[in-house]
């Protein structure tokens, strides 16, 4: 019974996000039809279903597939959801470590429908090959919202909550291209270290990172996936520092655990970083021991992924929950946060954004 009333619901906000997704100039009616529905079918049912909804206290309960325990930033997203969807809070959540294995995600959600939960999140592993279990999420009734990474291939969710990660990678470009203007170096031979093969966040800052290059016309000698591991970040830089041996003087790592890895090969192979040394090191994520490296001066700058979605994302069942149409999208809010105070703005798409210098008090309000 819970089921129906909330899948009706669903249905409702479903119809009107893709509606409006799609630029639909009547979208308004589709949304008032398909509430109406919802009404009607809700008046239906007896008491005790209504009894039976979140709005009366009932516990809701949730499946979330989590791409897998990678890095700090996974560590921070897993804790945010685990906070907000506590049992205290009213929650039964199910989580899933995928463990970094698309078919073992795939496997996660339809256990889920098989469990009947309320709603689902996912973080996607990859960005591609959705639109089937997605499918089968609609047809069961089971709201979908999609965290961090994104889907390319799929609309059959009802949200998205995370961040622009080619706004990332142009930031990371925009800011290499002053601070090198700024420090007058004019060559610049860069190597990157980039995030796990077909995830929307590899796929976005390497995409926007590369959109400057081009531009400014600077050398990429190599790309290669450290898989966003402290171990992969290490073994790429690794063979770096053999195959490209006094070549380079840019490291872009495309999260902080690869960049701690690098930073481990390269001292090793005496190649010195950060500040003070002859490599640039730039990183993403921006973690806590993200930050601590920035604000040491081995990381020259570090941009921020904010991996708190959760809040957000209780939003959006509460809306449902209240039958209402939660937003498509919703993009969260991060900083750009350097070692320098050389440089105090960018300018990233046109827009003008601040850079933050570290300093401990940065540290100790960071996730
Ligand atoms: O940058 C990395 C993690 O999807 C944005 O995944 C996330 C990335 C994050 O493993 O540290």
């Not at 860069?190 to 600077?218: C, H, P, Y």
């Amino acid at each position: 019974m819970k089921r129906k009333i909330v899948s009706a619901l669903v249905c409702a906000a479903m119809v009107a996000t893709m509606v409006a997704g799609c630029g639909s100039s009547d979208s308004a009616a589709t949304t008032t039809d398909a509430t109406e529905e919802t009404t009607d079918d809700a008046a239906a049912d007896d008491a005790a279903a209504a009894d039976d909804t979140a709005a009366s206290g009932d516990v809701i309960t949730i499946g979330f597939a989590q791409v897998g325990h990678e890095s700090d930033w996974r560590t921070a997203s897993t804790q945010s959801c685990q906070d907000v969807f506590s049992t205290e809070n009213g929650y039964d959540l199910q989580f899933v470590d995928c463990d970094n294995d698309s078919a073992v995600q795939l496997e996660a959600v339809r256990g889920f429908i098989e469990q009947d939960v309320d709603y689902i999140i996912i973080d996607p592993i990859v960005s591609t090959g959705w639109d089937t279990v997605l499918t089968e999420c609609e047809d069961a009734g089971i709201p979908v919202i999609v965290i961090d990474r994104t889907i390319d291939d799929s609309d059959k969710y009802v949200s998205w909550v995370g961040s622009n990660f080619n706004t990332e990678g142009l930031a990371a470009g925009e800011w290499l291209k002053a601070y090198a203007e700024a420090k007058n170096i004019d060559e610049l031979n860069i190597l990157v270290i980039e995030g796990s093969t077909g995830a929307s966040a590899t796929i976005g800052r390497t995409e926007g990172f590369k959109e400057i290059a081009d531009r400014e016309g600077w050398t990429i000698l190599d790309s290669q996936s450290g898989d966003f591991t402290q171990d992969g970040g290490q073994e790429v830089m690794e063979s770096y520092c053999k195959s490209y041996e006094g070549q380079f003087n840019v490291v872009i790592c495309q999260n902080d655990n690869e960049a701690f890895g690098a930073m481990d090969a390269m001292t090793a192979a005496g190649v010195s970083y950060g500040v003070d040394g002859d490599v640039i090191l730039v990183s993403f994520d921006a973690c806590t021991a993200g930050l601590e490296f920035v604000m040491s001066g081995d990381i020259n700058a570090d941009f921020e992924c904010n991996p708190l979605a959760a809040p957000f994302v209780e939003e959006v069942i509460q809306t449902i929950e209240a039958g209402g149409t939660p937003e498509k999208e919703v993009y969260m809010e991060e900083h750009w946060f350097v070692n320098e105070d050389i440089l105090t703005s960018i300018t990233v798409d046109g827009a003008e954004q601040a850079l933050t210098v570290v300093t401990q008090e940065v540290v100790d309000a960071q996730y």
